[in-house]
């Protein structure tokens, strides 16, 4: 059964690491849709969200070999687990008179969306939420014209007080 | 003192008495660093020879070999060096020089991204960006090298970073580094102890595959114990072999691809198997839905990502052999097991049908017929065959050994499985002699392998080193020739090196003592002269080049063993002709 796979990964925050994480997806031929990367609360350590396609064997390796690097802190599949994830995309929208900006902007403030960026052209939109959330609001403008596309990626984390921790104490 | 010299003394520091390597601009602060110290520098021919002896000496010792080549070209003639030894699990350090810190990134002369090209076939790689971290890193390099499932590992060495000041008391080399991402596990869980003891006790049809692992680990002494006390056969893998002594009555030879029938046909009727330290390399398994179909598997390994990789696994262990073969041992001692004696029998059966054919008295020579005659003439000096380290290269020749050859010690049948790299053994024999000086080194290899790394005649001619060179000379590329007239019906096509060059006169340039074998009542005397020289000496026999090996199809089911008929190497005449015509238009 193939399906999509978050996975929650602490890595040592140093240059070739992200280098090093997507050649072995490469290498191994697993199938990733997106990946973000930030600074967490330890400077030394940065938090990555991988989305991975694949089944349960896959899956099983995708995790196995990242724990094999040695530059990797921590691996988890949040999908055994409860989370909060979300992703952040700027559209800008084809809206040339009055009446389709005004459109855009009612459709932004029903999807809690902001409007960042005007011309006389166009309207940039930014829209948070989960992948379907965004999908909608997508949707719905695509009719108008969507000039450009911006998107993070997935990033989450587990619901609750539980906190990532390295397994490899 | 300068950043080279303390790397000096991490490398003493790290107990490392002998560096492979070759020389150059970005190097020579580490190099002059090495003029002041006493560790040893053999400067092989060509850097992908230093990273092989490299490799060689590892995997005969057990320590970390280590090698070192320059910026840019010398950094990429390692690669296939480096990639080799990681396949295999072979602890080795490469170093390489990189153009100094503030050039980086400016395309330089003789600049490369060695870090990117490395990542991919190390365990881990660094480069060292500061003086400071030398220390550091270097006893990091190390540390990941040996521990765990041992691999190679990679430093890059800006030239900047060599010539800075560093106080080495202020930045000392550590005793003990904690790598916060990098924890191996030893010990197994108790828990999977118990299940799978519970499961050898009451197996009817057990069988061990020994692997590579087992090298490593040096777990040879709790095998025997556990395959004696369950009354367990044994088959190894190629890297496995030596762990199992094969003239054991346990012991069922080579597995897989290339194996024996007593081994695959034992895999395959198996309700138990018990799979030490190997990875089910597909030259095991063939096709997986047919591979050992009715039995448990027990699988014991130090890198848990190898579990289930290739394999579905009823019982996973991880840890490293040695520890998690006594703990099984504990427990099994204690139990009564399982009555055998129908299994024992058919194992006999299968070992009987198994025993190789090696006399033939033909001309042109049959390998079988060297391999026994060599065995004869070593047992004149090792009687137990146990102070004899061999070294492969890749293709008919190396699986004529895997075969035939009976290995009886651990770490003293070396060859490059994983990646199957041809010009492995010459230069793996080189370091294995520094390993194991005392021991008669002979590589065995064909003749275009050879012919790959056969520089090194210098090396071992400089250095005097005593290793003997065996070339199975069959002007063929045998093993890709017996693949093209199985699979694409004999069409042979670029496997054939026509009669050059005569080796015995290509030793004779170095300096080297060569003969030449054509009978078969000649090879006993080639060996006995080269095991008693003391001195470099190269044998070339001249073998039946319509000679094949037995083998499994690629993907197939382990227990269709194909036995190729003779076919005799016939060059394509017209290749030949067309390629006259580009190179001499006007004819």
């Known amino acids: ?169 | 003192m300068k950043g080279a010299e303390a790397m000096m003394k991490a490398l003493e520091a790290e107990n490392v008495k002998v560096l492979f390597g070759y020389p150059g601009g970005q190097l020579l602060p580490f190099y002059d660093a090495l003029y002041h110290s006493d560790l040893v520098h053999i400067l092989t021919r060509h850097e992908q020879a230093a990273a092989h002896a490299a490799d060689g000496y590892a995997r005969a010792s057990g320590n970390v070999g280590v090698c070192v080549a320059t910026s840019g070209p010398g950094a990429t003639n390692l690669v296939t060096g480096v990639a080799t030894a990681h396949a295999d699990s072979s602890p080795v350090v490469a170093l390489t020089g990189q153009v100094p810190t503030k050039l980086i990134g400016n395309d330089a002369f003789q600049e490369i991204d060695a870090l990117g090209i490395f990542m991919q076939i190390t365990k881990h790689n660094f480069q060292i960006q500061k003086t400071s971290e030398i220390p550091k890193i270097f006893r990091k390099a190390f540390e990941i090298a040996k521990t765990g499932r041992p691999g190679a590992v990679h430093v890059d060495l800006p030239k900047d970073v060599q010539d800075n000041e560093l106080d080495l008391e202020k930045y000392p080399i550590p005793a003990e580094i904690n790598l916060q991402g990098y924890k191996p596990t030893k010990f197994g869980h108790p828990l999977q102890i118990k299940k799978a003891v519970e499961l050898m006790k009451i197996a009817q049809r057990p069988v061990i595959i020994a692997g590579g692992g087992v090298q490593i680990a040096n777990a040879t002494p709790e095998l025997i114990k556990l395959s004696e006390y369950a009354q367990i056969p044994a088959c190894t893998t190629l890297m496995g072999k030596g762990v199992f002594p094969e003239e054991h009555s346990l012991a069922l030879g080579l597995v897989g691809m290339h194996g024996t029938q007593a081994s695959n046909y034992s895999v395959y009727e198996s309700d138990v198997l018990i799979a030490i330290g190997c990875r089910f390399s597909d030259r095991i398994t063939g096709d997986i839905s047919t591979f050992a179909p009715n039995a448990k598997i027990i699988h014991i390994d130090i890198d848990p990502a190898e579990i289930g990789k290739n394999v579905r696994v009823d019982i996973p262990i991880v840890g490293d052999a040695k520890a998690i073969l006594k703990d099984i041992l504990i427990y099994l001692m204690k139990k009564e097991i399982a009555n055998k004696t129908e299994w024992m029998e058919n194992v006999k059966k299968l070992q009987k049908k198994s025993l190789p054919i090696m006399e033939f008295d033909n001309t042109p020579i049959k390998p079988q017929k060297v391999i026994k005659e060599m065995m004869n003439a070593i047992r004149e000096v090792d009687p137990s065959l146990t102070n004899t380290v061999l070294t492969t290269d890749v293709g008919q020749n190396q699986m004529w050994m895997a075969h035939y050859f009976q290995t009886s010690a651990p770490k003293s049948f070396i060859s490059s499985g994983g990646q199957g790299t041809m010009g492995f053994g010459f230069p793996a024999a080189i370091g294995a002699k520094f390993a194991r000086p005392d021991a008669n080194v002979i590589a065995v290899t064909g003749d275009g392998g050879f012919l790959m790394n056969s520089q090194e005649l210098a090396t071992i001619a400089e250095y005097e080193i005593p290793v003997i060179v065996v070339i199975f000379d069959n002007r063929t590329l045998g093993m890709v020739y017996q693949w093209q007239n199985l699979y694409y019906g004999k069409r042979q096509c670029a496997v054939h090196l026509g009669e050059t060059p005569d080796f015995i006169k290509l030793a004779e340039s170095y300096g080297i003592d060569a003969s030449r074998v054509e009978k078969p009542e000649d090879i006993n005397e080639a060996f006995k002269t080269a095991l008693n020289s003391g001195k470099p000496y190269l044998i070339d026999i001249i073998i039946d080049p319509a000679e094949a090996l037995h083998m499994v199809p690629p993907g197939g089911n382990m227990t269709n063993i194909l036995f190729p008929e003779r076919q005799e190497p016939t060059p394509k005449a017209q290749c030949f002709s067309e390629m006259k015509k580009i190179l001499n238009p006007k004819v």
């Open chain 1, 1 to 169: 059964m193939e399906h999509k796979h978050i996975i929650s990964v602490l890595v040592l925050h140093k240059p070739g690491v992200l280098q090093r994480i997507s050649g072995l997806f490469t290498r191994r031929w697993f199938n990733i849709s997106s990946m973000t990367v930030g600074s967490t609360e330890n400077p030394d350590v940065a938090r990555m969200t991988i989305v991975v396609q694949g089944d349960d064997t896959v899956l099983e390796q995708v995790v196995k070999q990242l724990n094999k690097l040695v530059e990797v802190i921590k691996v988890t599949d949040l999908n055994s687990k409860k989370s909060v994830q979300r992703e952040l995309c700027l559209v800008k929208v084809y809206a040339p008179t009055e009446d389709s900006k005004s459109q855009v902007i009612q459709y932004a403030n029903i999807f809690r969306g902001k409007i960042i960026d005007l011309s006389t052209e166009t309207l940039t939109v930014e829209i948070t939420g989960d992948e379907q959330k965004v999908n909608a609001f997508l949707d719905l403008v695509r009719p108008m014209g969507i000039k450009e596309i911006a998107r993070t990626g997935l990033t989450a984390l587990m619901r609750g007080s539980k906190i990532l921790k390295s397994n490899k104490a």
